[in-house]
Structures are given as structure tokens and as C-alpha cells.
């Protein structure tokens, strides 16, 4: 089973509401073929919102694999072109070190496309974990 996910694209994902109330979504795809990963992030007013385009945001990605690997390796040193290209799906990218520990995650094959029936549980995933927060702020 490990050697069938080593050629999948894994996306790592995580919501949190910052200070201002807006859902921040942050994804960490590692594309598996090149071996490479690409951290971007989203914010959006509502948590359906944020589901919506983060599927949207994942379809991107599997869509754009070779094109933003090209940009991955051979385009590290020019950043206006990295944030024109993932602006592109409403993306920014994420150079923030720390992910969050709660996170849910989903792996792809290649190129294909997200089928929604995957997000179910990532969905649950994150609304859990933005319960949680909530549930630790009030406890505090």
C-alpha cells in the first residue's frame, strides 16, 4: 500500500479563522513524480465558501502539475512569476515554516481530477478541527 502512494500527489490541508474572522485554508501539495512540494494558501468570509474553493484550488493543482513544476525548478529566483501563475485559482503562496498540526489530507493520482466524493472527509476533517479551536479559545 505505501509503494502505490508514493506515486500520488499528496495535498496536506488546514483551515483556521485568523483575527479578523476570515478562514485562512493552507494546502502543502507534494507532486510526486518530481518530488518537489508547493505550500499555498486561500481566505474566504465562510467555512462553504472555503470548501468550494478549495475543491476548486485542488483541481488547479492537479491540472497545473507540469506547469508549476516547470516554475518550481526552473523559475526559484523570479517570485513575480510564481505569484502571477497561482493567482491564477485565487492562490497565494504560503512561506510561512510551520504547518498546523490538524490537518486533513487527501492523495491523488497524477493529473487526474479531484472526484468530489474524496472531500467528504477532509470537509469533515477541517470542520472538526475548526471546532476544536473554538472549543479550546472558549475553555480558556
Not at 518537489?36 to 478549495?54: G, I, N
Request: contains cysteine.
Amino acid at each position: 500500500m505505501q509503494g502505490k502512494n508514493n506515486h500520488r500527489n499528496e495535498y496536506q490541508c488546514s483551515i483556521e479563522v485568523n483575527q479578523h474572522g476570515k478562514y485562512c485554508v493552507r494546502v502543502r501539495a507534494l507532486f510526486a513524480r518530481k518530488a518537489w512540494v508547493l505550500p499555498v494558501f486561500f481566505l474566504s468570509s465562510t467555512f462553504d465558501h472555503a470548501m468550494r474553493k478549495l475543491e476548486e484550488a485542488l483541481q488547479f493543482l492537479q491540472r497545473k502539475e507540469e506547469r508549476l513544476q516547470f516554475w518550481g525548478v526552473e523559475r526559484s529566483g523570479d517570485p513575480t512569476f510564481s505569484e502571477e501563475l497561482v493567482r491564477e485559482a485565487g492562490l497565494r503562496l504560503d512561506r510561512r515554516a510551520e504547518f498546523p498540526r490538524r490537518s486533513s489530507n487527501v492523495a491523488l493520482s497524477p493529473e487526474k481530477p479531484v472526484p468530489a466524493v474524496l472531500l467528504a472527509p477532509v470537509r469533515r476533517g477541517l470542520a472538526h478541527s475548526i471546532d476544536a479551536s473554538r472549543e479550546g479559545v472558549a475553555g480558556s
